[in-house]
């Protein structure tokens, strides 16, 4: 179950990950269908790498900058700007090579939904042409087997005839085998057909289930990236004012920063 609170990335590379275990377990599709099933396991797991990539660089980045900070905090309010400034621009370096790290990433994260979506569709034209088919075939079948009770009712007229019937009943049990076999066939047609309309749906099911999870982490990863560049803003703000020797506000503009970093941790774990 998902936390409003903590661990929120972690939990949902989790979901994506048991999602597409689900999804890969669906059999009985129609080749196309498998094609998209395929498609979109490979999208899904590209992601998550993705995912896991983005949260590695960003722990690794937001841990130690806590640490840095605070430090730094502790260096301004003792005097030490000179030290309190090496220690900013160095977060800001870091800061700087993470948002490059993670944009790529990020950008083709929020790309890949349409992806899925266009595989959803695909799906969905695949589930109506498989349901106009199984709907011809039902016409058939039922074509067939009034065919083959017009024959049964022929058979029982023949064999009223007796000897003078013989040749118009052969015929006619020869009629009725022929139109059930086919009846029998398209039955059997149209019942291959509901199992594999069901599959559809299923994998339908389990695509719609990505596509709303799959959105919780566009917006997960879009506020990661948001925050890095907030963070940067206001660590040139803190570099301004040591430049500047306004000591009081690098204090408050840190103080911040830090927060950021904290918040920046939490989003990413």
Known sequence: MESNTSNLLSQLISN?????????????????????????????QSDIEKLKSIQSQTLGFAKPAVDELNTALTKLKSGDNAGALTIVNKVDSDAKTLDNGISNSVNQIMATKSQILNLSSQLSSNENALKNKM????????????????YTKRKYYFLALGPFGLVGLGIAIGMIASWTKKANNFNAQVSQLEVQINTIKQLVGNIDTLI??????????????????????????????LNSANGQNAILMTTTALHECQSLESDAS
Not at 18 to 39: D, E, F, G, R, W
Not at 212 to 233: D, H, R
């Open 135 to 150: 709907v011809g075939l039902k016409s058939q079948a039922d074509d067939a087997k009034k065919q083959a009770d017009y």
């Open 16 to 44: 994506l990950g048991n999602l597409i275990k689900q999804l890969v377990a669906i059999i009985h599709l129609p080749p196309a269908c498998v094609t998209i099933q395929k498609s979109a396991e490979n999208l899904i």
């Open 212 to 241: 709303n999870t799959f959105t919780k982490g566009i917006t997960q990863v879009s506020n990661i990236k948001n925050a890095v560049g907030f963070l940067q803003s206001n660590l040139q703000n803190v570099i301004n004012d």
